[in-house]
């Protein structure tokens, strides 16, 4: 059976990138993997086109796909559009909600190749391996009522931060069971002490630890796993927290790789469903340069090798991959350090590709 693919390039760098991901998507083809590739529109480039961050078109293929394999969106041409929900951003919140991909998963993996290019010390860094799991279709990124509007003679801005009991107990189950796969911890990262939402969150992640006894629960506030997560990453296995921190938490751990480019991630659903893409964003100072590192990218195609399509094997084959790559000292600017070579974007996904073919 050939599994459906649909592939989103989004704005900025990630046309790019996408296109480096598309060439190992296309090896996997050559290897007996049946996979039928489309594209689409969205953020700026179905504004641009249709009027929409998220065209009606790109909706259905979205939904008619085993797998969506993402860019990235947004940029300053459309930062200062007056419509909120015709902001590219819009158009990937739309995906992630109309697909119910609530899961989002953002591993944190330091290559030892890249222990120099970490802004950390190498033996803070070295060996790390962290899963963040970020609830991604709730929080206070959709809570309701939100807006701008007057009150009192003056402008104010609201959002909601709302979470249901349901809402944390299956991200949660999501977590525990990912950490009982791995090292068998997990912290679940909240603001208990301040906001009501997260005591609820500490209580359900509490009665769902009586289920999974094999698991070490322990809670940290988001302000102290901030500095923790700089200071002593390693004491992490598994962390699990709301959209907004997740977000904010899993920039900071992609330092610890060496490079926000590093950081690829799986957002799901509970049919397997799954929409792949970089953690970082369309990189607008650098697009169009062959300066973006494709590697987020390309492992994020491994990541739905994995979740998506059962190719387990096929996934650590693109993982060891960019492992040989960055062993033979090939870099992109973001990862380059004296003594290493620095190449371009497509250079980088062809030395991949190679590695990969080489690799069988
Ligand atoms: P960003 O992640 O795009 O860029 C932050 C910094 O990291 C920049 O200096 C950029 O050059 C660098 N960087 C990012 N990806 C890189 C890569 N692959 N290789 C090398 N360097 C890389 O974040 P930002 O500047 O805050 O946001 C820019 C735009 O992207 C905004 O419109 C934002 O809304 C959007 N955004 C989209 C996504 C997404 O599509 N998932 C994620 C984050 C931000
Ligand atoms: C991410 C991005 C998005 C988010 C934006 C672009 C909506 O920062 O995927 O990390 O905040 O989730
Ligand atoms: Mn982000």
Same mark, same amino acid.
């Given at each position: 059976?050939?599994? =459906?693919?649909?592939?989103?390039? @989004?704005?900025?760098?990630?046309?790019?990138?996408? +296109? *480096?991901?598309?060439? &190992?998507?296309?090896?996997?083809?050559e290897?007996?993997?049946?996979?039928?590739?489309?594209?689409g529109?969205?953020g700026?480039?179905?504004?641009?086109?249709?009027?929409?961050?998220?065209?009606?078109?790109?909706?259905?293929?979205?939904k008619?796909a085993?797998a969506i394999?993402?860019g990235a969106?947004g940029?300053?041409?459309?930062d200062k559009?007056e419509d909120?929900?015709k902001r590219?951003e819009?158009?990937?919140l739309?995906?992630?909600?109309?697909l119910?991909?609530?899961?989002?998963?953002r591993?944190a993996?330091?290559?030892?190749?890249?222990?120099?290019a970490s802004?950390l010390?190498?033996?803070?860094?070295?060996g790390?391996?962290?899963m963040?799991v970020?609830?991604?279709?709730g929080g206070?990124y959709?809570?309701?009522?939100r807006?701008?509007?007057q =009150?009192?003679?003056?402008r104010? @801005?609201?959002?909601?931060?709302?979470?249901?009991? +349901? *809402?944390i107990?299956? &991200?949660?189950?999501?977590a525990?069971?990912?950490?009982q796969k791995?090292?068998?911890?997990?912290?679940?990262?909240?603001?208990a002490?301040?906001l009501?939402?997260?005591?609820l969150?500490?209580e359900v992640m509490?009665?769902?630890a009586?289920?999974?006894?094999d698991v070490?629960?322990?809670?940290?506030?988001?302000?102290?796993?901030?500095?923790?997560l700089?200071r002593?990453?390693?004491q992490?296995?598994?962390i699990?927290t709301?959209?907004?921190?997740?977000d904010?938490l899993?920039?900071?751990a992609?330092?610890l790789?060496?490079?926000i480019?590093?950081?690829p991630?799986?957002?799901?659903?509970?049919h397997?469903?799954?929409?792949?893409?970089?953690?970082?964003g369309?990189?607008p100072d650098i697009?169009?340069?062959g300066?973006a590192?494709?590697?987020?990218?390309?492992?994020?195609?491994?990541m739905?090798l994995?979740?998506?399509?059962?190719?387990?094997?096929?996934a650590?084959? &693109?993982?060891?991959?960019?492992?040989?790559?960055?062993?033979?000292?090939?870099r992109t600017?973001d990862?380059?350090?004296?003594?290493?070579?620095?190449?371009?974007t497509a250079?980088?996904g062809?030395?991949?590709?190679a590695a990969?073919h080489?690799?069988?």
């Amino acid at each position: 059976m050939s599994h =459906r693919i649909l592939v989103l390039p @989004g704005d900025g760098i990630g046309p790019e990138i996408t +296109a *480096e991901a598309v060439k &190992i998507l296309n090896a996997c083809r050559e290897t007996g993997l049946e996979l039928s590739l489309e594209e689409g529109l969205v953020g700026g480039a179905g504004y641009d086109a249709h009027g929409e961050p998220l065209p009606a078109a790109t909706l259905d293929k979205a939904k008619a796909a085993d797998a969506i394999l993402l860019g990235a969106v947004g940029g300053p041409k459309w930062d200062k559009l007056e419509d909120i929900a015709k902001r590219p951003e819009r158009g990937l919140l739309g995906l992630r909600k109309n697909l119910n991909l609530f899961g989002n998963l953002r591993p944190a993996i330091l290559y030892p190749q890249l222990a120099e290019a970490s802004s950390l010390k190498p033996e803070v860094v070295s060996g790390l391996n962290i899963m963040i799991v970020r609830e991604l279709t709730g929080g206070i990124y959709f809570g309701q009522p939100r807006g701008i509007e007057q =009150r009192d003679g003056q402008r104010v @801005g609201f959002n909601t931060y709302v979470y249901s009991e +349901a *809402e944390i107990e299956r &991200i949660g189950r999501v977590a525990f069971e990912m950490a009982q796969k791995r090292g068998g911890k997990l912290c679940s990262v909240d603001k208990a002490n301040v906001l009501e939402v997260t005591m609820l969150w500490r209580e359900v992640m509490e009665r769902l630890a009586d289920d999974y006894p094999d698991v070490e629960l322990s809670h940290m506030y988001v302000d102290n796993a901030a500095m923790q997560l700089v200071r002593a990453p390693k004491q992490f296995d598994v962390i699990v927290t709301g959209n907004m921190f997740g977000d904010i938490l899993s920039d900071a751990a992609a330092m610890l790789t060496g490079s926000i480019g590093m950081l690829p991630s799986a957002s799901l659903n509970e049919h397997g469903q799954g929409m792949y893409e970089p953690c970082h964003g369309s990189a607008p100072d650098i697009a169009g340069q062959g300066l973006a590192n494709p590697l987020a990218t390309i492992l994020s195609v491994a990541m739905m090798l994995r979740y998506s399509l059962n190719e387990g094997e096929l996934a650590a084959r &693109i993982e060891r991959a960019v492992g040989s790559v960055l062993d033979d000292g090939l870099r992109t600017a973001d990862i380059a350090y004296p003594g290493t070579r620095q190449v371009s974007t497509a250079e980088m996904g062809d030395a991949v590709l190679a590695a990969f073919h080489t690799s069988a």
